[in-house]
């Protein structure tokens, strides 16, 4: 994870409501940002507390495109914290690998079954390192004195 902090410029800031009949009205939001040089973007379910000027931390990733991609963050200027969500994918982590080894057990012979299990196994490996990637961006964010470290102790 990479961390990166300064000042909010050219802030813009967006949001998302989707309604499906089968799991109701959620709404995504998102702030795309430039700190110093480097464009940033933050996505989360809930609204970012970051105004223009605001001095932030962030911890996440470089994409190719030249655009970070904050998984957590820390608006100094506002004493708030965010993060994208990570529990709800650990659980459909768990859920997707329980129902792709159910099906590799239940109806193992039929191709369509293994296709259908292998697909299943890697949505959940791919969630499940989406959260670990979260849970890791979250610890970064940390002060240097509060994270545990391994080692003799003083």
Not at 61 to 68: E, H, I, K, V, Y
Not at 91 to 110: D, F, P, S
Request: proline share 1%.
């Amino acid at each position: 994870m990479e961390r990166i902090q300064g000042v909010v410029t050219d802030l813009r800031l967006g949001k998302t409501v989707m309604y499906k009949k089968e799991t109701g009205t959620s709404t995504l939001h998102a702030a795309v940002f430039k700190v110093g040089e480097r464009q940033c973007k933050i996505v989360a379910n809930h609204p970012i507390a970051i105004e223009e000027g605001d001095e932030v931390i962030l911890s996440g990733a470089q994409r190719s495109d030249n655009l970070f991609i904050a998984l957590a963050h820390r608006n100094v200027t506002r004493r708030v914290e965010g993060h994208e969500g990570w529990a709800t994918r650990l659980v459909l982590t768990v859920l997707l690998v329980a129902a792709g080894i159910w099906l590799g057990a239940v109806l193992l012979g039929g191709s369509y079954a293994l296709v259908l299990t292998v697909a299943l196994l890697a949505s959940g490996v791919l969630m499940a390192w989406r959260s670990v990637q979260v849970v890791l961006s979250i610890l970064a964010l940390r002060p240097a004195g509060k994270r545990k470290t391994k080692g003799k102790r003083k």
